[in-house]
């Protein structure tokens, strides 16, 4: 399921009527604005929120500049993209550490909301660059959620602090105090408790230990797909706590994104990082920039290009270069591609980020992991000459395949198929300029 696909389609559908039209008329821009404000009322977007929205876009979207141009759609387009960024929130807000060491980040959040793995995601993600953190287990309210802190630390690598049901403010002290005596941490998360609804016993203990540890951040992690009620947690727990930022959870199952537009607007604090999936690396910085263009179906070739550069070591990088030029890709490097797509969140995940018309042209690409297991075994069944010249398999090599790997010559077609399709998509991110250019393909 895409982030924000429901909004992205209507708005996209409202601009391709704009851009039929050539030259346009004020009437038929307050036309294209109350569909867009529609739009975002549908997408879960606060009422005041889309009401101003609508207001400063069509202010400017109005002007002589653009009825008089000669492209007015794109420059609408250039206006709604301007507008929808400084509503995500500008700039990237970066996490802040703060004077004092080891830094401290005070995360909170409603049960449910994914609170507990996204302190593992935190975890995960800050080690990828560099910093050395400490999970603390102060819910000690939920059954079984030191547990599945220790779990996740796990996956993260990280090592989880934990006093069983002690007070959690004597805990977060103690956390505290273990990072600075050991000196083996440099950022200590603390996973606090949550309930199924606010209440003022957990707010009050929430206080005592945000006045006990004096973090540099207190983030606030809220389900995405709770619309409405997510931007007025967000504004609860601000005003209680004075949060510095926000992380949308389970981003990857909600299509209209109302929360994510509305959040900045309401608050006046920043999205610092969306999780979009269940994997431990599925979290990443928030870039409204970025946001906004897929939001509107331009792509984030930036995250996307990031993502790979994350994934793939330099040398791997430069041998798939090579194939890419010489048009010498096969199987065994599409198997190692599609190995790696599941460690950046798949396929789904990857094609998000590319800009509409190329997965129009593509078509509609899902493959999971038990799909992959499948792939894996129908091209092990295939001959090193076969895996090297796919040009090569003809019927009866299909067939021997199929029976060789336990599929079928249905999935091995399909197989081919989205192996055409892997090479297509290649070859038109080497000839995005942008992409070509950081990865100097």
């Known amino acids: 399921m895409a982030v924000f696909s429901g909004l992205s389609d209507k708005l996209n559908h409202i601009f391709s009527k704009l851009k039929s039209r050539g030259k346009l008329t004020a009437l038929e821009i307050k036309e ?4 867009v404000r529609i739009a975002l009322l ?27 141009s000669l492209t007015p759609a794109q420059q609408v387009i250039k206006i709604v993209r301007d507008e929808l960024t400084e509503l995500l929130g500008a700039g990237n807000a970066k996490l802040q550490f703060g004077a004092q060491n080891p830094a401290i980040i005070l995360m909170c959040g409603l049960q449910g909301a994914g609170k507990t793995s ?3 995601k935190l975890a995960y ?15 000690i309210y939920r059954p079984a959620a030191i547990e599945q802190l220790k779990v996740v630390g796990k996956t993260a690598n990280a090592e989880v602090f934990e006093r069983g049901t002690q007070n959690p403010v004597k805990t977060a002290r103690e956390a505290v ?21 606010i209440d003022d016993a957990l707010m009050q203990e929430l206080e005592q230990i945000k006045s006990a540890v004096n973090p540099a951040e207190i983030l606030l992690v809220v389900d995405s797909m709770t619309g409405q009620d997510a931007v007025n947690v967000s504004q609860t727990y ?37 999780s979009t999936g269940e994997k431990v690396a599925d979290l990443e910085a928030f870039y409204p920039d970025r946001m906004a263009s897929r939001i509107l179906g331009m792509g984030d070739v930036l995250s996307l290009i990031e993502k790979v550069e994350a994934t793939v070591e330099k040398d791997e990088a430069a041998k798939l270069q090579k194939a890419i030029r010489e048009n010498a890709f096969t199987f065994d490097d599409y198997l190692v591609q599609m190995e790696r797509l599941n460690k950046m969140g798949g396929v789904n995940s990857v094609m998000a980020m590319l800009p509409s018309h190329i997965t129009q042209k593509l078509g509609a690409v899902q493959v999971d992991e038990k799909e992959l297991r ?12 076969e895996r090297q010249t796919p040009n090569a398999i003809k019927g009866g090599q299909r067939k021997r395949i199929a ?17 055409e399709n892997a090479k297509n998509s290649m070859k038109m991110l080497s000839n995005n300029k942008m992409a070509r250019k950081k990865l100097r393909i």
């Open 32 to 35: 294209a604005m109350r569909e």
């Open 42 to 68: 549908e997408a879960d977007v606060n009422y005041l929120v889309a009401k101003t929205f609508v207001a400063k876009v069509s202010e400017k979207a109005l002007g002589e500049e653009v009825l008089k």
């Open 118 to 120: 996204t302190c593992g």
């Open 125 to 139: 993600h800050l080690k990828q660059t560099g910093k050395k953190p400490l999970l603390v287990a102060c819910d």
């Open 177 to 197: 105090e273990y990072a600075k005596s050991t000196l083996k941490f440099d950022v200590v998360i603390i996973d606090t408790a949550g309930r199924l609804h």
């Open 238 to 274: 601000n005003e209680r706590l004075g949060i510095t930022g926000v992380i949308l959870s389970k981003l990857d199952g909600d299509t209209r994104g109302g929360a994510a537009l509305s959040i900045k607007e309401v608050t006046g604090k920043p999205i610092k990082f969306i």
């Open 374 to 385: 499948r792939n894996k075994a129908i091209i092990q069944s295939m001959t090193p000459y």
């Open 403 to 419: 029976a060789g790997s336990g599929t079928s010559i249905q999935d091995v077609n399909k197989l081919l198929r989205q192996f």
